[in-house]
């Protein structure tokens, strides 16, 4: 299968796998034909960004932990992607460390007490910064997506932020809906 080729769904990551659980992406590729990989580049807290202070709810400046990644695809970037959670959730746990997380973030996340009951994600596309096109090994005229996916508990609460830029070239984006 040509990279182009690729089709993405959302749904394995918002499902906690248990600790025992693998990889997501790793999962996801491999059922594809395919082998997914991904370094984690950044963990940690910072000053959230205004998109993601807003999109959480938080005071501008408030502290958030994020983990930033880079998704591999046969050895080839794939995606970059950024996670970011309300300080108060994930200080001091595995969300801020570097290291893998068994089962997955949203695995622990569920074990923290907050698991997704509603997901809004919103898709658009641009061209790469400099550093995303060096990141992502693309030529200077190719666009990416950008999706952005808010997670929320079931009191409404949003507990997870992720930004993911892809190039567009690569990607087919799959979404499958269950009504009622």
């Known amino acids: 299968m040509s990279n182009s080729g690729w089709i993405s769904s959302s749904m394995p990551y918002l499902t906690p796998r248990g600790t025992g659980g693998g990889d997501a992406w790793k999962a996801e590729a491999a059922a594809q034909g395919r082998r997914g990989s991904q370094r984690i580049v950044h963990a940690g807290e910072m000053a959230a960004p205004p998109e993601v202070a807003e999109l959480l709810g938080l005071p501008d400046g408030d502290s958030v932990v994020v983990r930033r990644r880079i998704m591999f695809l046969d050895d080839r970037p794939n995606e970059l ?3 970011y959670y309300p300080a108060d959730i994930a200080r001091g746990t595995r969300l801020a460390k570097t290291a893998k997380i068994p089962g997955g973030a949203i695995t622990l996340l569920a074990e923290l007490g907050y698991a997704g009951a509603k997901v809004r994600e919103d898709v658009i596309a641009g061209m790469p910064s400099d ?9 200077g005229d190719e666009p990416v997506l950008r999706l952005t996916r808010l997670t929320l508990d079931n009191r409404q ?4 932020v992720d930004m993911m830029t892809m190039p567009a070239h690569r990607q087919r984006l799959r ?3 269950t009504i009622g």
């Open 81 to 83: 992607t950024d996670t």
């Open 131 to 139: 550093e995303e096109r060096e990141l992502l090994q693309t030529a």
């Open 157 to 160: 609460r949003p507990f997870q």
């Open 175 to 177: 979404y499958e809906i």
